[in-house]
C-alpha cells in the first residue's frame, strides 16, 4: 500500500473506533473432553464504510504501527468484559464460561494497562478468573523485565495468562516457564 493510502486507512481506523465501526466476534472455545463450549476468544472485525467488512490482518498491523493499538485493545477488552457478563447472566449458574483477549506488546508495555484491565473487569462485573489475556511468544522477547513485571501485575488480577501461536517465535518451554504463564496455545 501507498503511503497515502496508509494515511487514509490510519485516519479510517481513528473514526472507526470512536464510531462503532468495529465488532467482536467470538470463536468458540471447546473442550475435548465433554464438547461443550467453555469460552470464546474475542476477535475484532472492521466494518469499514466503504471497504466493507476488514479482518485484522489487513488493519491490526497498521495500528500496531501508529500506535493506535492501545486504543483498540482497550476497547476490545472493555466490549468483550461485558459481552461475557451478558453471556453469563443468561447462562446456568453452574457455567463458568470464561473470554480470552489479545494483548498486544504495545498495549503490555503501556503503563496504565493494569489499570485498564482492572477498570474493564469491575465495569463489567464479571469475576477476573473468567478471563484469560493472550500474549504472542514473540511478545515475551521484548523487554524482558518490564514484560515479566507487567504480566505478574496482571495476574495479581486474578485473570488466567496465555501464549498465543507458541512455535512460531524462537522461544522454548524452558524459557516459556520464566513467565507466569497459565496457557499455552500451540500454533
Not at 138 to 143: E, G, I, K, S, Y
Request: proline share 3%.
Amino acid at each position: 500500500t501507498s503511503v497515502f493510502e496508509r494515511l487514509e486507512l490510519k485516519a479510517d481506523l481513528i473514526r472507526a473506533i470512536d464510531d462503532g465501526q468495529l465488532r467482536c466476534q467470538y470463536q468458540p472455545i471447546v473442550s475435548l473432553q465433554t464438547g461443550h463450549i467453555t469460552g470464546t476468544e474475542a476477535l475484532v472485525r472492521w466494518q469499514h464504510p466503504t471497504r466493507g467488512w476488514l479482518t485484522p490482518d489487513s488493519f491490526i498491523p497498521l495500528a500496531e504501527d501508529t500506535g493506535l493499538v492501545i486504543q483498540l485493545g482497550e476497547w476490545v477488552l472493555r466490549e468483550a468484559c461485558q459481552q461475557l457478563r451478558e453471556w453469563q447472566l443468561i447462562l446456568d449458574a453452574s457455567s463458568t464460561l470464561s473470554m480470552s483477549v489479545n494483548l498486544s506488546v504495545r498495549q503490555l508495555t503501556s503503563e496504565n494497562i493494569v489499570a485498564v484491565v482492572r477498570d474493564a473487569i469491575e465495569q463489567a462485573g464479571i469475576d477476573p478468573s473468567t478471563l484469560t489475556l493472550e500474549i504472542t511468544e514473540t511478545t515475551l522477547m521484548h523487554d524482558t523485565d518490564l514484560t515479566r513485571r507487567r504480566l505478574a501485575e496482571l495476574r495479581e488480577l486474578g485473570l488466567s495468562l496465555a501464549v498465543d501461536d507458541f512455535g512460531t517465535g524462537y522461544s522454548s518451554l524452558q524459557y516459556v516457564q520464566r513467565f507466569p504463564i497459565d496457557i499455552i496455545k500451540i500454533d
